[in-house]
């Protein structure tokens, strides 16, 4: 198999990344080279031994490049993918794939003119995490999972200098809140009946640091995805409620618990002392009511993102990550961030301060009464 020979723009952390980790064993692509605006990052780029073009004009010139990688800050994905894929390149993009849907659409709309491919690299669909709550999820294990908790906790704040600012497309609805919408998105085979949402800004940066969403599907399911970057002690990765039993996956690292419930009849609980009092509701269950399972072991069913997009380029498949999904999760992430929780927590100052300021006239009235 011979592979897409590929150009990555953009050498920072990711797109080092890409080329020296991820694309280490992958035939599907050969990379070709490296284009990045930076001279000290592109002399880093050459230390490793790759080819360097001098600049984007050379790179889309080159005929032998047949995809390009974009691993650049989020404000600069529409245009670079756009000018790419008019080039005749075909495109994978990283996450988030723009700030809007409309951006999105424009590439969308030259993708489909051009003929070229154009993918998002929604890699954490493949995280073994989130693979076993999807084997949980399908194959019922613990019954209906009817409760989906989805964390990630940090305690160093918003990391780099991009992040931090609006223009670039920072804060962390963008950066991780479209890696945990998208499991959640392709998982949840049901309409967004209800969405809550609560954006932190505790840092004090103009974007968010951190969020909690809360979202109710047609189906039932409820969801909180939540993302802290001041979180000293973390909650779990995820915390999932069954018809027949609860999970926990601790981390990355896969530890956790599962257990189920047997359907033995569950003896009277016996009280048991709960800070200064007693409880019942609160005790454990009977041993013969709950059994623990192992975790479940996911054998992947489904190729890499980038054995995919080689079969999507020169086979015509099936991409894993398609478009419309992609464009799904960006509408929800527009609407989370148009809703500007912070003006909404001004709104509710704003209130607070009116209402004071009515008590207060109410009092000087009845005073001048008196
Ligand atoms: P970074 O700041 O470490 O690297 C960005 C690089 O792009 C820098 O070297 C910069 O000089 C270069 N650059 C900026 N504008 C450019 C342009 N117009 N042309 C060429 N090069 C340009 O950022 P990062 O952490 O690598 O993030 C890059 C992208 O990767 C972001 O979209 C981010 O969301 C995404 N990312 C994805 C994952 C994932 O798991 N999928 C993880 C981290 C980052």
């Known amino acids: 198999m011979t592979g897409i020979k590929l150009a990555v723009i953009g050498y920072g952390g990711m797109g080092s990344y890409h080329v020296e980790t991820i ?23 050459a230390e490793k031994g790759w080819y360097c073009f001098s600049d984007l004009e050379e790179l889309l010139a080159d005929e032998a490049v047949e995809a390009v990688l974009i691993a650049t800050p989020n ?15 075909h495109v994978v993009c990283e996450k988030p794939v723009t700030l809007n849907v409309a951006e999105l659409d424009e590439i969308l709309s030259v993708a489909e003119e051009t003929g070229n491919i154009f993918m998002v690299h929604q890699n954490r669909r493949w ?27 940090g305690g160093n704040g918003i990391p780099g200098d991009w992040r931090h600012l609006k223009k670039h497309g920072g804060g962390m609805v963008l950066d991780w809140g479209v890696h945990l ?84 009849e569950q003896q009277t609980p016996k009280p048991i002392q709960a800070g200064v009092g007693l409880t019942k509701t609160m005790a454990p269950p009977s041993k013969e009511a709950t059994e623990a399972l192992t975790m479940p072991e996911v054998l992947e069913t489904f190729p890499s993102f980038y054995q995919n997009f080689y079969e999507v380029v020169r086979q ?5 990550v398609k ?44 005073k001048a009464l008196v």
């Open 23 to 45: 694309l280490k064993n992958e035939t599907a692509i050969e990379v070709v080279g490296i284009y990045d605006i930076l001279t000290d990052r592109k002399e880093a780029a």
């Open 75 to 89: 404000d600069s994905h529409k245009d670079l993918a756009v000018t790419a894929l008019r080039a005749g390149k």
């Open 127 to 153: 995280d073994p995490d989130f693979l076993i709550i999807r084997e949980l999820y399908k194959k019922q294990q613990i019954g209906e999972l009817f409760q989906i908790e989805s964390r990630v906790h």
């Open 181 to 264: 919408f998208d499991q959640l998105l392709w998982l949840i085979d049901s309409p967004i009946k209800a969405c809550y949402s609560d954006l932190s800004y505790i840092l004090g940066d103009e974007v968010d640091d951190g969020f909690m969403v809360h979202l109710i599907f047609e189906n039932g399911v409820r969801a909180l995805i939540e993302v802290g970057t001041t979180n000293y002690v973390n909650l779990p990765r995820w915390y999932v409620k069954g018809t027949a039993g609860t999970a926990k996956i601790e981390d990355w690292d896969l530890s956790g618990e599962v257990i189920r419930a047997t359907g033995k």
């Open 316 to 320: 015509g498949a099936e991409p894993i």
């Open 323 to 366: 478009n419309e999904e992609v464009r799904y999760v960006l509408e929800l992430i527009e609407s989370i961030l148009s809703k500007g929780e912070q003006s909404s927590v001004d709104n509710c100052q704003e209130k607070l301060l009116r209402d004071i300021d009515a008590a207060e006239m109410k009092r000087e009235t009845s």
